[in-house]
């Protein structure tokens, strides 16, 4: 296989955009991370891919403990020990899928991740005053009418 003679630079940009990255950004890039490697994850499953498979299920498990350690359980409140009790389930399930190479445990999984995402990046959407809390409560509603299966009248 042909090395991309770009890789370096490639390398770099990403190095640089990690390190200059806020709080916040660094938050989406762990979600935006895991996610990929659900989604190989997934793939290398139904390929029969048995490294492939370990090596994308354990890569996304170490980025969902990355997120349990950033949970303040000392001074959180209940959400902060909700959503650590969801990332340890996530964690669990990420072993089970492994050993039991279940597609579906994975979905599960890329599900509540893209979830918090959408979470996180309209939190930090309303903080920089990019979006209103009522505008992001009735996107959440729009998209759950949608998953239930249809707009209900307004």
């Keep these: 296989m042909p090395v991309n003679p770009y890789n ?6 990403q190095t640089s955009n990690i390190t200059t990255a806020t709080p916040e ?3 989406i890039m762990l979600f935006d991370g895991a996610i990929q490697f659900l989604q190989k994850a997934k ?6 891919n048995l ?12 980025i969902v403990r990355e ?3 950033t949970i303040d359980l000392e001074n959180g409140n209940d959400v902060s020990k909700s959503l650590f009790r969801l990332y340890n389930k996530m964690a669990m ?3 089970k899928a492994n050993v039991s190479k279940n597609a579906n445990l994975v979905d599960e999984v890329m599900t509540d ?9 309209k939190a930090i959407e309303i903080q920089n005053g990019v979006s209103s809390v009522e505008e992001v409560m009735k996107e959440q509603e729009a998209n759950q ?4 299966g249809g707009v209900k009248d307004a």
């Design 8 to 13: 370096k630079y490639i390398k770099q940009y």
């Design 25 to 27: 950004k660094l938050m």
């Design 43 to 48: 793939i290398a499953i139904e390929e029969k």
């Design 51 to 62: 490294q492939e498979r370990a090596l994308n299920i354990e890569s996304a498990r170490k």
């Design 67 to 69: 997120l349990m350690r």
């Design 93 to 95: 399930k990420l072993i």
């Design 113 to 121: 991740m893209m979830n918090i995402r959408w979470g996180f990046q």
């Design 145 to 148: 009418q949608m998953a239930e």
